[in-house]
């Protein structure tokens, strides 16, 4: 085992055991899982925000498919997280703050982002954090841009009434089978308007 990964795993424990339902997770992500969530986006994306990079497993996996460094947002609540995301990745920026709070930042100078991929734990928040953290992203995504998160259970970890809600859908997009555990990936995008015939309103 390499020193990266022993310190990236310790580093895991630690931030797990001071805040379990935060971290969600007692191990980073493996690389099947940073390939399946990050499949769809690449240099042409553009901007992209990253919500809970942990030791930067995504955040790699995205600069290899061609995302520059310069154009990442790492929103990162875990102290020692950010700390080693500063270091591993100094030319992105890296915010230590909670993903709920994402609507009250710029971030870009005010540019929009083609993609946000999310490796929060969802499922272990209220209804009212979720909303905020997508409400959030999606004020920072342009038109046609994605939420891209993964999941360990068997369905959609937004449930249906928060989409309906805020006017989203879900598609999964990608399996990490070989992930431990395996995991899902699910692309949240705007629901499209429909256009009313003539003379309907």
């Known amino acids: ?93 890296t915010l230590w703050m909670d993903a709920s709070q994402l609507r009250t930042v710029e971030l870009f100078g005010g540019d929009a982002a083609g993609a946000v991929s999310s490796g929060l734990p969802l499922l272990s928040m209220s209804p009212r954090k979720v909303i905020a953290i997508l409400d959030g992203s999606f004020r920072h995504l342009r038109p046609g841009g994605a939420f891209y998160q993964f999941t360990y ?23 990490a089978l070989a992930n431990v555990p395996p995991a899902a990936v699910y692309r949240i995008q705007r629901r499209s308007q429909r256009r009313l015939p003539e003379g309907w309103s």
């Open 1 to 93: 085992m390499s020193a990266t990964l022993t310190l990236d795993g310790l580093t895991f424990l630690r931030e797990w055991l001071s805040a379990p339902l935060r971290v969600g997770a007692v191990f980073p992500s493996g690389a099947t899982l940073a390939k399946a969530i990050t499949a769809e986006i690449d240099g042409d994306t553009g901007n992209v925000v990253e919500l809970g990079p942990g030791t930067g497993v995504f955040t790699q996996a995205l600069i290899e498919r061609g995302v520059a460094e310069r154009r990442l947002a790492l929103i990162e609540a875990g102290s020692e997280f950010a700390v080693l995301l500063e270091a591993r990745f100094p030319q992105a920026t």
């Open 153 to 175: 259970g068997p369905n959609c970890p937004v449930p249906r009434p928060i989409l309906d809600r805020l006017g989203l859908k879900a598609t999964r997009v990608g399996r």
